[in-house]
């Protein structure tokens, strides 16, 4: 009797795993249908234009630079010219209407993206602490913690 008590609690296992299994697919496929991570996906793809690729290679060869010297002290000569030019040149990058339209898109796709998981968490029970509280820490803060993304 013991064999088929296992067997059917496996059945019965194997049933829910299956049904889980589905539901997050679903889920899936309905989150990567939605406006919001479509709008990101299209905002990504503004970002492969020559300009901003140039902005870019821009500001990665000003950093090489500026962390050239800057690893000998900030009295180095050529230090502050160095930074100055590094800064100018990822504020110019970070102007750039489509630099700023996918960073906007992120934060949109990444707030969508952890309001799911916290929804699904709590579902399961209010007391598990999600990782970092949320998107960026956002619920313990009690001032500037807020994250900046730094993604391309």
């Not at 299956?18 to 990504?44: H, R």
């Not at 009295?75 to 160095?82: F, L, N, T």
């Not at 313990?140 to 730094?150: L, P, Q, V, Y």
Request: negative net charge; contains cysteine.
């Amino acid at each position: 009797m013991d064999g088929f008590v296992h067997l059917f609690l496996s059945m019965i296992y194997n049933e829910e795993y299956f049904q889980l299994e589905e539901s997050v697919d679903q889920l899936s496929q309905a989150l990567l249908k939605s406006e919001i991570y479509q709008n990101y996906k299209k905002a990504e793809e503004k970002l492969k234009n020559k300009e901003v690729e140039m902005s870019y290679q821009a500001v990665v060869d000003a950093q090489k630079k500026f962390f050239q010297i800057a690893e000998y002290g900030k009295y180095a000569p050529g230090y502050k010219e160095a930074r100055r030019a590094f800064y100018a040149q990822k504020r110019a990058y970070d102007c750039l209407p489509e630099v700023a339209a996918y960073r906007r898109a992120l934060l949109d796709w990444q707030k969508l993206y952890y309001t799911v998981i916290e929804k699904m968490v709590h579902t399961i029970d209010e007391s598990i602490m999600i990782e970092g509280g949320g998107l960026w820490g956002e619920r313990n803060c009690k001032g500037n913690c807020h994250g900046h993304s730094t993604h391309h």
